[in-house]
């Protein structure tokens, strides 16, 4: 009879030196696997953590249901498509993934979620903060849960690491700060949450919309 292995999860948090544990947000680009190979205190951390066999599991909210998943993925995404109607990004579809995905094990070959928008030239800014808005509605969605401690606020800036790779290089190709596109992203998604609350919900239930029916569903 073989026996179960019992894996052992951490929080994305426990992979970090206590320099960047306590960041809001960091120059490093990509996953977290990005972060520990850039940072030497990060890879002494995650060593530590390694099983015997070499491995170490990760998994955003470690102890959160699938219900709790779900949600928080949701207000990311929903984040990205209101502040991205409202700077003239074309939205071709928005998508949660209902089972949610690989239980918030941060991954980009497998998302949660995600946007998909048609061709655009927009102000690089408006650009930037739709990125950057994910992030803000997710921590915002944390706040309002109660869920504020160093770890939960980790998750909500690691989970959208790739949306930062690419703000970062768009401001280094145009010649603009990141802060930015992150001030006007918090303005947008302060003023706009009841149109990202309502998206968020229904997404929760539906899964995936179309453009249209998330503008709809937005107030737009």
């Keep these: 009879m073989t026996a179960t292995l019992e894996r052992t999860f951490h ?7 206590d320099e ?3 960041m809001d947000r960091w120059p490093i680009r990509g996953s977290q696997h990005d972060l520990v190979r850039q940072c030497a205190g990060c890879t002494a951390a995650r060593d ?9 599991w990760v998994k955003a909210g470690r102890d959160w249901t699938l219900e709790q998943i779900v ?25 949660v993934r209902l089972d949610g995905g690989r239980g918030a094990v941060l991954t980009a070959d ?5 946007v998909r928008w048609g061709a655009y030239d ?16 997710s921590q915002r969605r944390l706040v309002e849960l109660g869920l504020t401690s160093d770890a939960d606020r980790f998750d909500a800036v690691l989970g ?16 603009v700060r990141p802060e930015s596109g992150m001030r006007l992203a918090r303005g947008l998604v302060a003023a706009e949450w009841p149109a990202i609350t309502r998206l968020a919900q229904v997404l929760q239930v539906r899964g995936r919309l179309d453009g249209a029916e998330a503008a709809a569903v937005a107030g737009f």
């Design 20 to 22: 960047h544990r306590t």
């Design 110 to 114: 497998d998302p949660s979620g995600w």
């Design 71 to 95: 949600s928080q993925v949701a207000y990311h995404e929903a984040g990205h498509a209101v502040v991205g109607l409202l700077t003239d990004h074309p939205l071709d579809e928005i998508v």
């Design 160 to 175: 959208a690491s790739c949306d930062a790779s690419l703000v970062y290089d768009l401001a280094e190709e145009h010649q």
């Design 48 to 56: 530590a953590l390694l099983t015997p066999e070499g491995d170490c």
């Design 122 to 137: 927009c102000v690089i800014v408006e650009t930037m903060a739709m990125c950057w808005a994910g992030q803000v509605a």
């Design 11 to 17: 929080r994305p948090i426990d992979l970090a030196c």
